[in-house]
């Protein structure tokens, strides 16, 4: 059985007090709950080390937002997967849609990103998903397909083995618009499927596949029942503690 993964992703949001204040209030709600979830938290990276420091003696997990693939050396601005191991992060997000249409990366940096990451052995949620003209055009599944080929071209079923994928139809990101569940899970069944075909069956079943865009308590439920909805990338709704842990509760 697939154990569901719940991850907020916190944008370029939050100072270190804003980190703090967060996160604690996260975990006092969390506090005595039974949850059949993994929670992981992704804050910017100027707060990963006082975010670890509160999450370290919990069951929250951390996580970055982007990284660079290389190790070190002149690449002014970026972090390092060697970096984000350093200040305690266990998971990155990669390929989410604001880095490729904000700051341009493509399926290759995002192929590269993904390698690095598996090297380094963070575990990456990489992120897929169609805009609303491709929707409209019917050409979604051809877009999932491209993005999931080429970005984990090179890669073999064992060095998969801590992957995520999240599926965030760029449509729903931010827009307070959530797909429909069927819609959602339409194409978690056929990134499933193809995953099946390009690996094998075994990896297909136990893969964690998330949904992301616009997941909000209210619709959480819904979502998250879908047999091949695995959890959630979540955005603004992780903001703020009551929502995020209600979405947790959700599972
Ligand atoms: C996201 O940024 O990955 C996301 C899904 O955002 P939101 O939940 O705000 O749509």
């Not at 069956?201 to 998330?210: C, D, G, K, R, T």
Request: charged letters at 25%; hydrophobic letters at 40%; aromatic letters at 8%.
């Amino acid at each position: 059985m697939r154990r569901k993964i719940i991850a907020g992703n916190w944008k370029m949001n939050n100072d270190v007090s804003g980190t703090v204040n967060l996160i604690s209030e996260i975990k006092k709600e969390l506090n005595g709950k039974i949850v059949n979830a993994d929670v992981i938290v992704c804050p910017p990276f100027t707060n990963l080390e006082t975010a670890y420091t509160l999450v370290k003696d919990s069951s929250i997990k951390l996580g970055a937002q982007n990284m660079y693939y290389e190790e070190s050396g002149a690449f002014t601005g970026e972090i390092s997967p060697l970096m984000l191991k350093n200040v305690g992060c266990e998971f990155v997000i990669l390929g989410h849609s604001e880095r490729r249409t904000v700051f341009g990366e493509d399926d290759q940096i995002i192929n590269k990103k993904i390698k690095s990451a598996i090297k380094h052995k963070l575990k990456p949620i990489f992120c897929i998903g169609e805009t609303l003209n491709e929707r409209e055009k019917g050409v979604t599944f051809k877009v999932i397909e491209t993005q999931l080929k080429n970005g984990l071209e090179g890669l073999s079923e064992n060095e998969l083995s801590n992957l995520i994928v999240a599926y965030e139809p760029v449509w729903a990101i931010g827009t307070g618009k959530n797909a429909t569940p069927q819609q959602a899970q339409e194409v978690h069944q056929f990134i499933r499927s193809l995953i099946a075909k390009m690996y094998s069956q075994n990896f297909a079943y136990q893969l964690v596949i998330q949904y992301g865009g616009s997941v909000k308590p209210d619709n959480a439920k819904e979502l998250l029942s879908q047999p091949d909805i695995d959890g959630a990338l979540v955005g603004g709704a992780c903001l703020k503690a009551d929502s995020f842990v209600k979405i947790i509760e959700a599972v």
